[in-house]
């Protein structure tokens, strides 16, 4: 069982950045999608931004220019610029990855972080 693990959430002004982290228990390689959720308050938990192992990238229209998705062998990071009160939220770590015999989809999730956005 894969176990994603995120920090980075905090505290920040209006403008101010943060930065993301997810470590996973294994190589971040071997998971084919990583990127990160988010659940504000009483809302769906929607997407930010996911990754491909390729390289890919894709960012929720809310946060294009301001939030890049970046992943190395270790982990997957979410620099978050510009942040605005909309982006409190508790943020989430996810990964999808297929089993290589059956190509069942198998999905993991980290525990969340908290993202507070606040003057």
């Known amino acids: 069982q894969v176990q994603l693990v995120e920090s980075g959430g905090g505290k920040v002004q209006p403008g101010g950045s943060l930065r993301l982290s997810c470590a996973a228990s294994?190589?971040?390689?071997?998971?084919?999608?990583m990127g990160w959720y988010r659940q504000a308050p009483g809302k769906q938990r929607e997407l930010v931004a996911t990754?491909?192992?390729?390289?890919a990238t894709h960012y929720a229209d809310s946060v294009k220019g301001r939030f890049t998705i970046s992943r190395d062998s270790a982990k997957v990071h979410l620099q978050m610029n510009g942040l605005k009160s909309e982006d409190t939220a508790v943020y989430y770590c996810?990964?999808?990855?297929?089993?290589?015999?059956?190509?069942?989809?198998?999905?993991?999730w980290g525990q969340g972080t908290q993202v507070t956005v606040s003057s």
């Open positions: 996810n990964g999808v990855s297929y089993e290589v015999v059956t190509g069942r989809r198998v999905e993991y």
């Open positions: 990754s491909t192992s390729g390289g």
């Open positions: 294994v190589s971040i390689r071997s998971i084919t999608n």
